[in-house]
């Protein structure tokens, strides 16, 4: 079965940097575009990122300029880093295969100011 599970949140300070990865299992994964979604506290979940198959991505306009997604081919991973982190970025965060409901668990980011 189709399996997504990220990985490298954390708690960091405002300003500071992380790259998550999100490591896809149980598709093909060269023919399928990914996005990253958040969740904060009350909020609904919302639209981070995307890539697709030709590395086009595509961005909200909160985080425009402070994030990049990528993807690796050939580790099946897709990756979102994230600099000049703020408060407001704080959130569960979750990888999803872009065209299909297929989500992964999530993974925690807390930006303290």
């Known amino acids: 079965q189709v399996q997504l599970v990220e990985s490298g949140g954390g708690l960091v300070q405002a300003g500071e940097s992380l790259t998550l990865s999100c490591a896809a299992s149980g598709l093909l994964f060269n023919i399928n575009a990914f996005a990253w979604y958040r969740q904060a506290p009350g909020r609904q979940r919302e639209f981070v990122a995307s890539v697709r198959v030709n590395r086009d991505t595509d961005y909200a306009s909160s985080v425009k300029g402070r994030f990049t997604i990528t993807r690796d081919n050939d580790r099946r991973s897709v990756y979102l880093q994230m600099t000049n982190l703020k408060p407001e970025d704080t959130g569960l965060y979750y990888c999803?295969?872009?065209?299909?409901?297929?989500w992964g668990t999530g993974t925690q980011v807390t930006v303290s100011s």
């Open positions: 999803k295969v872009y065209w299909q409901n297929y």
